[in-house]
Nanobody
Framework: QVQLVESGGGLVQAGGSLRLSCVVS????????MGWYRQAPGKQRELVAT?????NYADSVKGRFTISRDNAKNTVYLQMNSLKPEDTAVYYC???????????????WGQGTQVTVSS
């Protein structure tokens, strides 16, 4: 089994910063892309940032958020600066994991961490 555990969420004032972390553990042979998604109340889950062969950001976070990863630690980070109330959401970590050399990659998700930005 593969587990993803996020941390670093919380309550912050507008203009503040938070850093999210996500550790992937369990039966891992290789990890391809890793990313962060978010879901605000009443809205669909949306991509925030991904890193694999290339880095992609949602237009709404470009210039404010930075995704990075530490492959030795199977960890992906999301540095969030200049936070806005509209960034309030549950943030989910995602990873494409191959559990053995003979299996295909599949997506795994974390349980989510709440980020609340007050005005």
């Amino acid at each position: 089994q593969v587990q993803l555990v996020e941390s670093g969420g919380g309550l912050v004032q507008a203009g503040g910063s938070l850093r999210l972390s996500c550790v992937v553990s369990g039966s891992i042979f290789n990890i391809d892309a890793m990313g962060w998604y978010r879901q605000a109340p009443g809205k669909q889950r949306e991509l925030v940032a991904t890193t694999g062969g290339r880095v992609n950001y949602a237009d709404s976070v470009k210039g404010r958020f930075t995704i990075s990863r530490d492959n030795a630690k199977n960890t992906v980070y999301l540095q969030m600066n200049s936070l806005k109330p509209e960034d309030t959401a549950v943030y989910y970590c995602q990873a494409e994991v191959q559990t053995t050399r003979w299996t295909t990659y599949r997506d795994y998700w974390g349980q989510g961490t709440q980020v609340t930005v007050s005005s």
